[in-house]
């Protein structure tokens, strides 16, 4: 199994705050050169590195004298903002050692959504590993708001994975593998691998990260859940143990693939979206969105709730509560409750040609649960 990490092409390396500073929130040198000597090791041998950096934030936390990630998003992003340079100057000046350039890539969730953003962002990662470049990629925090961040970057590490059609997904920890309890407490023992979700039945993850970064344990398990649905091996480890796990040693936590490869769009809307509203259906709606695969037709709908506009993000629940699918809704919240409960041919002989289409359609919509889920609930 570990084979094909060894083997992979093509790899998305992620590394944490904790990973790259000092106790005191300075960039670490030497931690980042070591870091960059395995990956230039593993270019060397005819491979292609796309390295998603956290740290922008810890990195600014010094030179603007503070002591401790800012609570405020306004602090965040003006720390962002000058820790970012800082950063990217550091990774350039460790990779010009072997004679590589990298290229920084800011994304937000936002890039991830919007269909001519994701592209140029695909292009664009193709284009630095085409010409030889290490692409270097991080959350815009200077720009990200609440609504529209990714929360941390394993997420976007998935994300990005498979964005570029990675082979293998690194995540790099303080820890040196997953275990099923606290690592610093006698007793806990370390998994080797995961096949499947039950395998971390019963299994107690950290939830915090560190003081500059935002993850943790339950973060990059999330993280490792997303790439392997989408087919993608996953590797989570310390920075120590980074060369060996790439060389497929049996190092770190191993976590199996176990799904195809889903479309780009459903893979955002799923995990780079959080739904700006949501809509409620009756039992007969669930029934065609979900096992059907049917649009969301405003006859279904039978409530309401949040502010949005067309084109939004929006959770589509059944008459309980729970959310069964999310998908990019094509009217404001404003007009569906005069849509709600009407066929799209009446709409369309009472208000015009425009009102006969769906709410949702199913292209632009993503299950969330499975329906057998649906039936225990």
């Known amino acids: 199994m570990r084979a094909s990490i060894a083997a992979a092409r093509r790899i998305v390396v992620k590394v944490g705050s904790s990973s790259l500073t000092t106790p005191q ?53 003006a720390a962002a903002s000058v820790g970012q340079g800082l950063l990217v100057a550091r990774y350039a000046a460790s990779f010009a050692r072997y004679d590589l350039r990298v290229g920084q890539v800011l994304l937000t969730a936002d890039d991830m959504i919007r269909r001519s953003h994701h592209r140029n962002a695909q292009r664009t990662l193709g284009q630095l590993l085409a010409l030889g470049v290490v692409p270097i990629v991080n959350e815009n925090d200077t720009v990200a708001t609440d609504e529209i961040r990714f929360g941390d970057n394993d997420r976007l590490a998935a994300l990005v994975a498979h964005l570029v059609r990675a082979d293998a997904l690194v995540l790099v920890s303080d820890v040196d593998a997953l275990y099923d309890g606290n690592p610093r407490r006698p007793g806990a023992v370390r998994i080797d691998e995961v096949k499947t979700p039950a395998d971390l039945d019963g299994v107690r993850l950290g939830g915090a990260g560190g003081r500059v970064g935002t993850g943790g344990m339950v973060t990059k398990v999330e993280a490792a859940s997303i790439a392997t649905g989408a087919g993608v091996p996953v590797v989570l480890t310390n920075a120590e143990s980074v060369a060996g796990a790439l060389a497929g040693e049996s190092l770190g936590t191993y976590f199996h693939p176990n799904g195809r490869r889903p479309s780009t769009r459903h893979l955002w809307l799923a995990h780079a979206t959080t739904g700006q509203g949501r809509l409620t259906l009756d039992h007969g709606a669930v029934d065609a969105v979900v096992k ?15 502010e949005f506009a067309a084109g939004d993000p929006v959770d589509v629940c059944d008459d309980d509560g729970f959310v069964v699918a ?49 039936t225990t609930t």
Do not use: C
């Open 25 to 77: 929130g300075l960039i670490d040198a030497q931690r980042i050169d070591a870091l960059v000597d395995v990956l230039v090791g593993r270019r060397s041998a005819g491979g292609e590195v796309v390295f998603v950096s956290s740290g922008a934030i810890a990195a600014g936390l010094a030179p603007l004298g503070l002591t401790h990630r800012p609570k405020d998003l306004a602090t965040q992003q």
């Open 292 to 306: 059907r695969r049917k649009s969301l037709l405003p006859a279904g709908v039978i409530g309401v709730q949040g």
């Open 326 to 374: 999310r998908g990019l809704v094509n009217y404001d919240a404003t007009e569906i409750p005069d849509l709600m409960g009407r066929s799209t041919r009446w709409l369309a002989r009472e208000l015009g040609p425009e009102y006969e289409r769906e709410i949702i359609h199913r292209d632009d919509m993503v299950l969330i649960r499975r329906p057998a889920e649906l």
